[in-house]
């Protein structure tokens, strides 16, 4: 594991160095967004909430800072969700603060909200008064049913994108209720699509540089939750479409792709065999000691697989019941059939491969204890990403960002009596 050094705030050459960012977001699909861009190196201000005087026990801030399991008060989310980041508390609901953040947004790159449609409007905050300011400005606005159409106005969230986007539907066993992915999958997948956006504005800024525009051309992305599930989902619309077939639920099977699937082993664990391929699956049938199955020619492709994977899932089925998962995989190596443990978190930190690959590094807390956390991705030859801020506590950069906006520290005394700062 890697150690990570957060006292000295030093941020390294990346790709992304130079370009500014303002979070405006909260929870997850817009700060990941920000969070994947820092880690590359953008320098990213995040914006949130100061505490409410009527509510002091709330906190304030951004609500992951309390999601899940906290340490010393403090979700140890947080240390990932906002890693590299500078925080700003700022009540938008005030004019002054919309003033500040005009300042910030004529200096900005992007800006990054995940606010329900309409939201930023009300503030005086909207594209138009924005690029008025700063034509050059990238505007990422993701929301759970996109800025148009009949529900943008709906509130979304994640766990219901996953189910409109035809998610939902598949995770599950057949014949029984459908579950959750367990993380918050559709929120990630719209901030990985809003990171694309950006990235793909910027080639367009790039492009459009001119002495009208020294900035080049800024623009707005809009991604729906929805919409970022549903362009995932493979060949789920064209078979519908083609043949009428509505995809249900399959388990730890892969429909119309055999044999794949999680195989019960002698010690209680599970073993996931994906056997699909022409040449893998006579390996495999030679592995369980069936060769019979290997020879048979009905069974030499896809179509003809598909067709007995009961047949097949049970022969497999009663080879892995005899042996531990270690010996099910130790013979599949053997044999190259892709095949893997179905990890916990705990096989995750002990394992030496993503050890290797510099998945598992940690944090120095404040108390000096060392928190793990996920490593980067992805990984760049020549300009890798790196960590080297802890997230930070509510409101940490405030005075230093608004004295980087021409505020006096006088002006920033007053701001923070009137409540609009903290």
Known sequence: MQGMETQDDKRPSGPLTGLRVLEMGQLIAGPFAAKTLADFGAEVIKIEPPPDPKRPQAGGGDPLRQWRLLKDGTSVWW???????????????????QDIVRKLV??????????????????????????????????????????????????????????????????????RVPVRVGVSIGDTLASLHGVIGILLALQHRHATVSQQAPKGRGQVIDVALYEAVFNCMESLLPEYSAFGAVRGPAGSAMPGIAPTNAYRCADGGYALIAGNGDSIFKRLMHCIARDDLAQDPALADNAGRV??????????????????????????????????KIYTVADIAAD???????????????????????????????????????????????????????????????????????
Request: hydrophobic letters at 45%; glycine letters at 12%; a negative charge.
């Open 106 to 175: 004529a200096e900005a790159d992007v800006l990054i909200e995940n606010f329900r449609p309409g939201a930023m409007e009300g503030w005086g905050l909207g594209p138009e008064a924005l690029q008025a300011v700063n034509p050059g400005l990238i505007m990422l606005r993701i929301s759970g049913y996109g800025q148009t159409g009949p529900y943008r106005d709906r509130p979304g969230f994640g766990v219901v994108a996953e189910a409109m986007g035809g998610l939902r539907h598949l995770t599950a066993e057949p014949g």
């Open 352 to 422: 030496p491969h993503y050890a290797a690959r510099d998945m598992l590094q940690t944090v120095a807390m404040e108390d000096g204890t060392q928190l793990m956390v996920p490593g980067i991705v992805p990984k760049l030859s020549v300009t890798p990403g790196g960590q080297w801020r802890r997230a930070p506590a509510l409101g940490q950069d405030t005075d230093a960002v608004l004295r980087e906006v021409g505020l006096s520290d006088e002006q920033i005394a007053a701001l923070r009596a009137r409540g609009v700062v903290a």
């Open 307 to 340: 067709a007995r994977v009961q047949e097949l899932d049970a022969a497999i089925g009663a080879w892995a019941e005899k042996l531990s998962v270690a010996q099910v995989l130790a013979a599949l190596d053997a044999a190259q059939v892709p095949a893997g």
């Open 79 to 97: 240390q990932v969700q906002s890693r590299n980041k500078r925080s700003l508390a700022l009540d938008l609901k005030t004019p002054q603060a």
